[in-house]
């Protein structure tokens, strides 16, 4: 596609459920980000991934939470045991490398845990 | 760690006035400074960046200016327009870390 893409866009889930989000970038991108945005408020990073080097995970917010890219494409974000503050949307994006190219932000999964 | 702070958080604008969102960051060796809009429902969508080797860029009514001295980077918006009506994000990475830090966001509200 021409975009970065995200699935679901919207999931409802009920506490103490684990959830998968997937992204999947720009063709050719090498560089992939996983941001939170709670409501109202900021962009908050989570993880980032930079071809077959090791993901900077120093923004993921604790060990419920965990991130894999395979293949170099396609990425999952892990969510176990959600929690209420866990709600926000989760936003991906792609950039071509690490070399200050234009990062391109998907359109975010909505995930409410009620 | 890099730190950005992003002011006003809403601002309000008659339709055709000019509106200014100003940025300050923490970290010196940060040289990559987007600007993102995000309309609701959306994900951010870039809409102009410059980088540390250049005091000002601009883009049709669109304008990013960067004063490295002071740390500080600016968006200007002129003629304003009703679709011009988002949350905007500024942003700051040094190059090679690729790891945006954003602002807080400032809601622009264009009244007709």
């Known amino acids: 596609g021409a975009g970065v893409s995200q699935s679901p866009s919207n999931k409802v889930t009920e506490k103490g459920k684990d959830v998968e989000l997937r992204c999947d970038p720009i063709?050719?991108?090498?560089?992939l980000y996983w941001y939170r945005q709670s409501l109202g408020q900021g962009l908050e990073f989570l993880i980032y991934f930079q071809g077959n080097s090791a993901p900077d995970k120093s923004g993921l917010p604790s060990d419920r939470f965990s991130a894999e890219r395979t293949g170099g494409s396609v990425s999952t974000l892990t969510i176990q045991r959600t929690q209420q503050e866990d709600s926000a949307v989760y936003l991906c994006?792609?950039?071509?490398?690490?070399?200050?190219?234009?990062?391109?932000f998907g359109e975010g999964s909505w995930l409410t845990v009620v | 760690g890099e730190n950005v702070e992003q002011h006003p958080s809403t601002l309000s604008v008659q339709e055709g006035d000019s509106a200014v969102i100003k940025c300050t960051y923490s970290d010196s060796a940060s040289n990559y400074f987007p600007w993102y809009k995000q309309e609701l429902g959306k994900g951010p969508q870039l809409i102009i960046d410059i980088r540390s080797n250049v005091g000002e860029k601009k883009d049709q009514r669109i304008a990013v200016t960067l004063n490295k001295t002071a740390k500080h980077f600016s968006l200007h918006i002129t003629e304003t327009q009703p679709e011009d009506s988002a949350v905007y994000f500024c942003a700051a990475s040094i190059q090679g870390a690729q790891k945006l830090v954003f602002g807080q966001g400032t809601r622009l509200t264009i009244n007709p």
């Open positions: 063709s050719g991108h090498t560089a």
């Open positions: 994006a792609s950039s071509r490398s690490n070399s200050g190219n234009t990062i391109y």
